[in-house]
């Protein structure tokens, strides 16, 4: 059964030393499992008994178009107006807890695996009924609908998704994709991305998209524009547009991500 890596917070002891292996540069950002404590958490109007680390946001020099939450819903929590943009549109992973959501008045018990995509403008809630917390990913992004149709809602499972192969690896490296490649309507993808013991991206990926890498599993080697850094599961990593990214794959299991990257859409020419 897949494991899907989530913070569970707390405080270092005060014996532990303070060198770690974040980095924050102008081309990459790493930020370890273990800066996921509970003073770096935030809190949400409208959503109760909820607490998130924000891993990335909109800023000069860091993400440009999207945010990416790590939500810890505690029983009874939950909200019922839990998106104040109605340009925005989500998607949620959950990776631990039965979160219910209620899509377009229509109930769904979530569990871990779970993918959901919902369109810019539709109302939603989600309520933690359990005894046990929620634990999921919250990415938002505006939607460049770019004279198109919005995009219809999506409740999906990781364990129903077959992996589509990359060619001539033999399944050593394969991507999980909730959204068809081909659906226009989407200006944004998060799929999981899987490589097995041994596996590489054998060449330094260098594109327009811009990347946000959440482990959910295993350990690599990953290249991040010239630097080789060490990912295990928990770790989150942000690539700008067009840093070189190269991965190899250290096992003995697994090394899973959740892939954010921006598609389907021309190079904006202005800035607002």
């Known amino acids: 059964m897949t494991q899907y890596y989530t913070p569970k917070g707390g ?18 950002a790493f930020l370890p499992k273990g800066v996921f404590s509970d003073i770096v ?28 939450y790590v939500m810890e819903v505690a029983p009874g929590g939950g909200s019922d107006l839990p998106e104040p943009e109605a340009a925005a549109q989500a998607v949620l992973f959950i990776t631990g807890g039965t979160p219910v959501l209620t899509l377009d008045g229509v109930d769904h018990t979530l569990r871990a695996g779970h ?3 919902i369109p810019a403008g539709m109302a939603w809630c989600l309520h933690n009924r359990a ?14 609908g770019a004279g198109m149709e919005r995009p219809d809602p999506l409740i999906l499972h990781d364990d129903d998704v077959a ?18 490649p081909a659906d ?16 590489v991206i054998p060449f330094e990926e260098t ?25 295990e599961g928990g770790d989150f990593m942000w690539l700008r547009a067009f840093c070189p990214q ?26 607002f």
């Not at 992996?163 to 068809?180: K, L």
């Not at 226009?184 to 596996?199: C, E, K, S």
């Not at 327009?208 to 290249?223: D, Q, T, W």
Request: with cysteine; aromatic share 14%; hydrophobic share 40%.
């Open 115 to 117: 993918y959901v995509y």
């Open 163 to 180: 992996p589509s192969p990359m060619p001539d690896t033999d399944g050593a490296w394969a991507t999980t994709r909730f959204v068809d």
């Open 11 to 28: 405080l270092p002891p005060q014996t532990q030393l303070m060198t770690g292996r974040a980095v924050f540069t102008d081309a990459y």
């Open 41 to 68: 958490t935030s809190f949400l109007p409208n959503w109760d008994k909820t607490r998130l680390w924000v891993i990335a946001r909109p800023m000069t020099g860091f993400s440009e178009t999207f945010s990416q």
């Open 184 to 199: 226009l309507r989407h200006d944004m993808h998060i799929t999981i991305v899987t490589l097995q013991p041994g596996a």
């Open 246 to 271: 190269a991965c190899y794959a250290a096992g003995p299991g697994p090394f899973r991500y959740l892939l954010y990257k921006d598609v389907n859409r021309h190079a904006a020419l202005r800035r």
């Open 131 to 144: 005894e046990e917390p929620a634990r999921f990913h919250w990415f938002r992004k505006l939607w460049d």
């Open 207 to 231: 594109h327009v998209m811009e990347h946000g890498l959440y482990v959910l599993e295993g350990k690599a080697v990953y290249k991040l524009n010239q630097d080789w850094v060490e990912v």
